[in-house]
């Protein structure tokens, strides 16, 4: 099973460019999420689905758009990119219902710089 | 305040020894208590959750839940290497699904 896939693993971008991170789940999950993470701060959530149709700002959502596609896909946009955005990001997915319905299930990050 | 909290570290603790790792949160109603580990440069990966006050034990590791002192913990022990690692405390919001975590804690297993 591939879990949660992340793409792209690496990106470089200038002040201004815009990208969107793509993130599939393959478990059949309801909720999906976006984290940042810089260094000594944790993890940040920028925004969730708690299902598909539904999203929600987190902590930090301020320069990020997110598309919730279908069940499996939840895409995090960044229109205008700026230096304060380079982190890793990570997807999550958790079941949503049932036992351990809110164990987070995550991807292998993307490492993005933003010059 | 920062909606979860927990001490940076470095917590540096010696092989075989207990390392204790705390956590404060500030939503009164909130239900669900999770302890991640994270190594260096890999994604967080869960190794315990609470939901109700008191201990709960699996192999080395015991959370602990005080839900009036609104304070979750996480004790190691038999410390091996193989723990060191950042150890991330996660709280459900009771006002909506949001999972939040704390800023983490660096544990260091000196041989």
């Known amino acids: 099973n591939a879990g949660v896939t992340q793409t792209p693993k690496f990106q470089v971008l200038k002040t201004g460019q815009s990208m969107t991170l793509q993130c599939a789940q393959d478990?059949?999950?309801?909720?999906m999420y976006w984290y940042r993470q810089d260094p000594g701060m944790g993890l940040r959530l920028i925004y969730y689905s708690a299902s598909e149709g539904t999203t929600d700002k987190g902590e930090v959502p301020n320069g990020y758009n997110v598309s919730r596609l279908n069940k499996r896909e939840f895409s995090l946009r960044l229109e205008s990119a700026a230096p304060s955005q380079t982190s890793v990001y990570f997807c999550?997915?958790?079941?949503?219902?049932?036992?351990?319905?809110?164990?987070?299930?995550f991807g292998s990050g993307t490492q993005l710089s933003v010059l | 305040q920062k909606e979860v909290e927990q001490n940076s570290g470095p917590l540096s603790v010696p092989e075989g020894a207990i390392a204790s790792l705390n956590c404060t949160y500030s939503d009164r109603g909130s239900q669900s208590f999770f302890w991640y580990r994270q190594y260096s440069g890999k994604s967080p990966e869960l190794i315990m959750s609470i939901y109700s006050n008191g201990d709960k034990e699996d192999g080395r590791f015991t959370a602990q839940l005080n839900k009036a002192s609104q304070y979750v913990s996480l004790l190691i022990r038999d410390s091996q290497p193989s723990d060191s690692a950042t150890y991330l405390c996660a709280v459900i919001y009771s006002s909506a699904s949001k999972i939040i975590f704390g800023s983490g804690t660096r544990l260091s297993i000196r041989p």
């Open positions: 999550a997915s958790s079941p949503g219902t049932g036992i351990a319905f809110e164990k987070l299930f």
């Open positions: 478990m059949n999950h309801n909720s």
